[in-house]
């Protein structure tokens, strides 16, 4: 028996909800794989991390959780968005695909093509996680408030969502889909809106879930394209976002595919101001 016998390969839905006991394991989470789910992995003790690939997306942002771990020592790879559901951790880790790896994995065996099963084994052989990764800075700050407006918030995290975001306009960096459908995990406070990344869409249409189940809560939702804006960065997706996917209530509302991010939410605001006159 080995050393890495004794290292436990993981399985979570969100790397936002880790604990002490993940600290110097394997973890294939289904959270998409940029570089603030990196910080999230990293900031628990990972020993190596498996995550989703989210159709890797402008500025390969779906993928920069790679480069972060390699900076940090610790191996990292993620799974093809097509070949299993992003947000659901169980189904990664059942017919998840590795897409990318990074230098740490490679070096221990880890390559494309390999089932997610065989990459995590190999990566029970790297040396326990050592240090703190430096703190991730500004996960949520205001993108607009004007006066009698509802105001716009950034978060690169849904995670971070908090009670008094009700009646926010919300711009959220994470991936579209249910944790591992479970409709309760769409969001934790009712914004009057909110815009996820639908994270290339992915397997069985995982990528924009969350929408219809928001339109049950009269939330008007949507979704930018992968490659308009980088997974995990609220600012890239308010700068750059283009809609790709919009549920019901807010298509009610006037809006629409094609709109950019920030003409989503002008169109939002003019319909809440018009129906409070």
Not at 21 to 49: E, Q, T, W
Not at 76 to 101: E, F, K, N, Q
Request: one cysteine or more.
């Amino acid at each position: 028996m080995t050393e890495s016998d004794d290292v436990p390969i993981l399985v979570a839905d969100t790397v936002t909800k880790l604990d002490e006991s993940h600290r110097n394991a394997v973890l294939i989470a289904g959270s998409h794989g940029g570089v603030y789910a990196g910080y999230c992995a990293a900031k628990a003790g990972v020993r190596a991390v498996i995550l989703n690939d989210a159709g890797v997306g402008k500025d390969h942002a779906g993928i920069g959780s790679l480069d972060y771990f390699d900076g940090l020592g610790r191996p990292a790879a993620t799974v093809a968005h097509i070949s299993a559901r992003i947000g659901d951790g169980a189904d990664m880790a059942g017919r998840g695909m590795i897409s990318h790896v990074n230098k740490t994995a490679a070096a221990l065996g880890c390559a494309w093509g390999q089932h997610v099963a065989e990459c995590a084994e190999k990566m029970r052989a790297a040396p326990p996680a050592v240090g703190t990764p430096p703190v991730y800075e500004e996960a949520r700050f205001v993108l607009r408030n004007e006066p009698g407006e509802p105001e716009v918030w950034g978060l690169d995290s849904i995670s971070l969502v908090k009670r008094e975001d009700e009646g926010r306009i919300i711009v959220g960096a994470s991936h579209g889909a249910l944790l591992a459908g479970k409709p309760d995990s769409a969001l934790k406070a009712s914004p009057l809106a909110a815009v996820f990344n639908d994270a290339g869409v992915g397997a069985d249409g995982v990528g924009i879930t969350r929408l219809p189940v928001m339109d049950q809560r009269g939330i008007a939702g949507a979704t930018v394209a992968a490659d308009s804006a980088r997974i995990g960065d609220a600012r890239s997706m308010w700068e750059t976002g283009v809609i790709s996917h919009v549920n019901d209530t807010a298509a009610g509302l006037g809006a629409r595919p094609g709109m950019t991010c920030r003409l989503f939410v002008e169109t939002i605001i003019e319909a809440n101001r018009k129906a409070v006159e």
